[in-house]
């Protein structure tokens, strides 16, 4: 019977100890949880503010089929072939739009495509990266001159003034 009474001795020693950082009185504000949340989803952009600002820039762009082998912390592309207002384009160009729910899983996404780029001999992209936003732009240019490729200036930008 002693044992028994100092193992439930024991045993209540162990609980208050595990609970005491905690006294059932600390107040959860809710409210300041969800005004976080809500101004960060307000920070964010939308694919619609990219494409428009890429458009504001002289971009064409033209909705393509998303290449699933590209999926970014598992985020699929919008994928949009890009081109001149009224110039006939031989050699389709590409910008890959990334909508991530934060900058954070942006952050993540580009690691994935870091990781995965490795299993491939590849041209790689110009990656932009604002806020929720990483765009990757398929260019036709070596990696020496990807700088000069048609649409890096107007790219760029783009993302400046969705920087106001």
């Keep these: 019977m002693k044992k028994i009474l100092i193992t439930l001795i024991a045993i209540c020693l162990i609980l208050t100890g595990c609970f005491s950082g905690q006294t059932g009185?600390?107040?959860?504000?809710?409210?300041?949880?969800?005004?976080?949340?809500?101004?960060?989803?307000?920070?964010?952009?939308?694919?619609d503010k990219v494409t428009a600002a890429l458009k504001t820039?002289?971009?064409?762009?033209?909705?393509?089929?998303?290449n699933n082998n590209w999926v970014l912390n598992n985020v699929n592309a919008n994928r949009f072939s890009v081109s001149r207002p009224n110039?006939?384009?031989?050699?389709?160009?590409?910008?890959?739009?990334?909508?991530?729910?934060?900058?954070?899983?942006?952050?993540?996404?580009?690691?994935?495509f870091n990781h995965q780029k490795e299993k491939y001999d590849m041209q790689i992209p110009n990656i932009y990266e604002y806020k929720n936003v990483l765009i990757l732009y398929w260019h036709h240019e070596n990696a020496d001159n990807s700088k000069n490729a048609k649409f890096n200036k107007q790219i760029e930008m783009a993302i400046q003034k969705m920087y106001a």
């Design 87 to 112: 110039v006939k384009e031989v050699y389709k160009e590409y910008i890959s739009v990334y909508i991530f729910s934060s900058e954070a899983a942006r952050k993540e996404g580009l690691n994935d």
């Design 57 to 66: 820039e002289g971009i064409e762009m033209f909705k393509e089929e998303p």
């Design 25 to 47: 009185n600390e107040q959860v504000n809710v409210n300041d949880k969800e005004k976080k949340l809500a101004t960060e989803n307000e920070n964010n952009l939308t694919l």
